[in-house]
């Protein structure tokens, strides 16, 4: 935002001329001219060595551009961004290059470390109370406030503020001018009445933050080991959660082209709404869904998201969203959604959850390979969840968890009609998982006796609780039957998939019903 900003006072345009800003990827729309494109080279070295003060090269920024003419950015807007997006790769190849300058000058180069920590303890531990976000232009001076970001040559300052907060902020001049946001309320009424007495110019708007954090009934932030207890289980995990939208760039590419040369469907305003909604929703939905299932949402915008909470809360999170994700794209299979989540003991090391997460994500979007090569087109179709090395499509996923609700109900006896020991549950576990080794082509079957004698092991465990063929009739129709028919019963073709995808309700079934005695 700062940066966008930055550019369009340079170059002395207005906000209509930001085709799209969010989750880190901007689109200016600039008049064609020598001047223009030498201010942008220079603010693009001016960025870099800012950067590289502040933060050291912990964040780098690269700008591409191009030219074109109106005719076509009109009738081939689509080989416009082609070029941008080409000369995009290559100047995130040479990124540091501008700054390169400050990293051998010893009196310059910061310490940074402890400057960006700062930044982010100050606002994470603002946001969540606060309900104003300031924009500062022209910035003369900062306020004494916590929760401040100044970056002084781009003139250009933040700051989170509760109202309390913004009143002080606003009784002195500050800067040239303010824009005061809501976070997430779009009544604008109380903030006019704040701004109305401002020193400096003071516009307002909204935007829409993903702000929530989890609090314990005194008003204080759950901590990760409270927050794992909420479980409504006997068993305290963490989940921590990395989706994002599959193949966005190939949709942008190709799901708007013209079927017809009458037809213009890849257009400026038609890229830029489909990005915009998209952004729209991971900033203004995802935020709600969060607060509703009580996660912490780390980041959401543009097109992913990462989110942490108890195991029970990320999985309903993660099922509720792809399905609030579905209909807001009508239905649409051509715009799906991947998500790897990672479920933890409360005290593993924060940063090696998010990379396992991340990991997840990428097998979600693979596919996993299980007994045999993974078919092609499988593999392009993604729309996959990941979970304890488990990839699946979302819909495998509900119908497993469904099963292992219906099975919890088993063996916490709320069915009296039918009782299933939580030992059989951890038997059929060891015997399907006994087939399978890990390899880094994917899963592997194990040697065909190894398979007969899971099987033959299946056969007597079923057996003794009567679950026999000449007992079908008896069986067939119950929970238990359904738990044969799953396991047994099942072709030999999917049955890798069907004993590997088990252990996702096997562990759901075990972790919800543990035993509280030490």
């Known amino acids: 935002d700062s940066i966008v900003a930055f550019l369009l006072d340079r170059l002395g345009l207005y906000r209509s001329s930001v085709l799209y800003n969010g989750g880190g990827p901007f689109e200016l729309l600039v008049p064609n001219s020598d001047a223009n494109r030498s201010i942008v080279e220079r603010a693009q070295r001016d960025i870099a060595r800012l950067f590289a003060r502040k933060l050291g090269f912990a964040l780098q920024i690269s700008i591409a551009q191009t ?37 051998f000058d010893d009196e310059e180069f910061p310490t940074v470390r402890s400057q960006l920590d700062r930044w982010c303890i100050a606002l994470g531990e603002t946001a969540p109370k606060a309900s104003y976000l300031v924009e500062l232009r022209g910035v003369q001076s900062m306020p004494a406030m916590d929760a401040t970001i100044a970056f002084e040559p781009l003139r250009i300052g933040w700051a989170i503020a509760d109202s309390d907060q913004l009143r002080m902020l606003l009784r002195r001049q500050y800067a040239e001018r303010a824009i005061v946001y809501t ?28 702000s929530y954090v989890p609090r314990n009934d005194d008003g204080s932030i759950c901590t990760f080991q409270q927050l794992a207890e909420r479980t409504g289980t006997p068993t305290p995990l963490l989940a921590f959660a990395r989706m994002d939208l599959d193949s ?24 830029v709404s489909l990005s915009r909604a998209l952004d729209h929703f991971f900033s203004g939905t995802v935020p709600a869904l969060a607060e509703k299932h009580g996660v912490y949402l780390v980041y959401s915008g543009g097109d992913d998201l990462f989110a942490v909470g108890s195991w029970t809360a990320i999985l309903a999170f993660a099922r509720t969203l792809r399905t609030e994700f579905d209909r807001f794209v009508c239905g649409n299979r051509n715009l799906t959604l991947s998500c790897g989540i990672a479920i933890t003991d409360p005290y ?26 993974i078919d092609p087109k499988e593999r392009l179709r993604k729309d996959r969840v990941a979970l304890l090395d488990c990839a699946m499509h979302w819909d495998t996923l509900d119908y497993w968890i469904e099963f292992g609700d219906q099975l919890v109900r088993l063996v916490d006896g709320q069915q009296t009609d039918e009782r299933l020991p939580r030992s059989l549950v ?23 006796s190894a398979l007969a004698r899971a099987i033959a092991g299946l056969r007597y465990a079923f ?21 044969v028919e799953n396991l047994l019963e099942v072709s030999d073709a999917d049955r890798p998939n069907n004993w590997w995808n088990f252990r996702v309700t096997a562990r759901y079934v075990l972790w919800k019903t543990r035993s509280n005695t030490p």
């Open 67 to 103: 030219t074109c003419s109106a005719e076509e950015l009109m009738t081939d807007y689509a080989a416009v961004r082609r070029r941008v997006a080409d000369r995009l790769q290559k100047a995130k190849r040479q990124r540091f290059l501008d700054s390169l300058d400050v990293l």
């Open 248 to 271: 966005l760039g190939f949709v942008m590419r190709t799901g708007l082209h013209e079927r017809s040369p009458d037809e213009r469907k890849y257009t400026v305003s038609r890229v």
């Open 348 to 373: 593993f090391p924060v940063d090696r959850a998010a990379k396992k997460a991340g990991q997840l994500e990428e097998l979600a979007k693979n596919g996993l390979a299980i007994g045999g090569p």
């Open 426 to 448: 951890h038997r059929l576990l060891e015997l399907t998982q006994s087939t399978f080794d890990r390899t880094s082509g994917g899963i592997r079957l194990r040697t065909t």
């Open 183 to 210: 976070t997430g309320d779009t009544d604008l009424a109380s903030v006019a009445q704040l701004v109305s007495s401002a020193a400096m110019p003071t516009a307002v708007g909204f935007r829409f933050i993903g």
């Open 463 to 483: 057996a003794r609780r009567g679950l026999t063929a000449p007992k079908r009739d008896e069986w067939q129709r119950t929970i238990q039957g359904k738990l």
